[in-house]
């Protein structure tokens, strides 16, 4: 009688602050991606959404004041699902000055 082991044992998913930082920061105009990965095996699939709509994680995106916001991150695996929220910060320039993208109100931040 022999049991095989495998060798990666299964966990379902975890996202933490290494994996998945709850605060992000984007400056408007770069190439950005909103990180957030899961541990566990077998492999989970990460989903993120901002207001109900999906936003792709890991994907490179042109960064706009708009992207602004608080995203629900979900990574589903056979063994479970564990769920995060991130908060982005767009750092925003207009003119000579700058504003600061404020999650969650309803305007903008000057920053000198």
């Known amino acids: 009688f022999r ?3 495998p060798a990666f044992p299964a966990a379902k998913p975890r996202l933490d602050e290494g994996s998945c930082p709850r605060w992000q920061n984007w400056t408007e105009g770069q190439n950005e991606t909103l990180r957030c ?12 959404a901002k207001d109900g709509n999906s936003f ?11 992207h602004a916001g608080t995203f629900v991150c979900r990574a589903t695996n ?3 699902t564990a769920e995060r929220n991130v908060t982005l910060w767009v750092l925003c ?13 309803l305007g903008v931040l000057g920053v000198s």
């Open 93 to 105: 320039e207009w003119g000579s000055g700058g504003v600061l993208g404020v999650p969650g109100m």
């Open 56 to 66: 792709p994680a890991g994907v490179w995106h042109r960064a706009r004041c708009a």
């Open 37 to 48: 990965r899961a541990r566990g095996h077998p492999e989970a699939e990460v989903i993120c």
């Open 3 to 5: 049991v095989l082991i």
């Open 78 to 80: 056979a063994l479970g």
